[in-house]
């Protein structure tokens, strides 16, 4: 059993003390720990826990084409209950890129074919990364372990895709993106969903159907923004994988509140002319 979350961690006098920042993790860390007194009654001896420690999201690479073989192990684990050999995940990747992939036609007859991981853009290979987590979250039933692994994946996930060199297109409507998005973008957990205006509908009028502006977060994490937290900062110390998708949309609201108040001067300035 394994978990992943964020802490609050010191140093001090040869202990490392940490405290949970989502407080909706709690269970599972008590779980964690019952379990582990429970087998050390039976067993008679101490089960030492294998920690690994980091301070992420600081100059972390990504590399898609590992992060798809990665869930791919991980959408298997879940059907088999094992871990699949190289021809088995093969197969399944073949299946799931049928399923998933863009296509492009073929040279030899024009039948649309898909595009295999090596071949992809991007983009191409970020939205097929997407489906493959839509597919863990509506089709998949996962153990505490895989969820770990899937919400590890997650924070590393978002933080690359909402980077200032990455540009991914948009959901084509706030329905698509409700379709979609099926977990929080906060802690990946599924279920009923909020989508909160990361800049709000008074401060950017234009914003209010962009999807680059929403959020999909549980009810428990959107009542923790509004009944917890100030500012934005203080929401991101929990989650601070999404600061690069905060920054942005605050970024692309910010051009278009410019972009509107100019067009405003100048029909202001075209109405004082005609007055003349």
Not at 25 to 46: A, H, M, S, W
Not at 176 to 205: D, N, W
Request: hydrophobic fraction near 35%; charged fraction near 30%.
């Amino acid at each position: 059993m394994k978990i992943i979350s964020h802490f609050h961690g010191v140093y001090q006098n040869n202990f490392i003390v940490l405290k949970l920042v989502d407080e909706n993790d709690r269970y599972i860390v008590e779980k964690l720990f019952r379990n582990k007194k429970e087998r050390e009654g039976r067993t008679k001896q101490e089960v030492l826990l294998r920690c690994e420690i980091n301070a992420p999201y600081q100059h972390r690479t990504f590399k898609q084409n590992n992060a798809v073989w990665i869930l791919i192990s991980i959408i298997f684990q879940s059907m088999e209950g094992r871990n699949g050999t190289h021809e088995e995940l093969y197969e399944l990747y073949c299946d799931l890129l049928e399923e998933y992939a863009d296509k492009k036609p073929s040279r030899l007859n024009g039948k649309l074919r898909s595009i295999h991981i090596s071949g992809m853009n991007t983009e191409q290979a970020g939205r097929f990364i997407d489906s493959l987590l839509f597919h863990l979250a509506t089709l998949c039933e996962l153990s505490i372990d895989l969820q770990s692994d899937v919400r590890k994946f997650i924070y590393e996930w978002e933080e690359w895709k909402h980077k200032e060199e990455n540009e991914f297109e948009e959901f084509a409507s706030v329905e698509e993106m409700r379709q979609k998005v099926v977990y929080s973008e906060a802690s990946g957990k599924g279920g009923v969903l909020h989508f909160h205006h990361i800049v709000t509908r008074g401060a950017c009028p234009a914003a209010v159907d962009k999807t680059w502006n929403l959020m999909a977060l549980t009810p428990d994490e959107h009542n923790f923004y509004h009944q917890q937290c100030k500012t934005w900062d203080e929401f991101l110390e929990v989650y601070p994988h999404l600061r690069g998708k905060v920054e942005r949309a605050q970024k692309r609201c910010a051009e278009l509140v410019q972009q509107n108040n100019s067009i405003g001067n100048l029909a202001a300035m075209a109405l004082a002319a005609q007055g003349e």
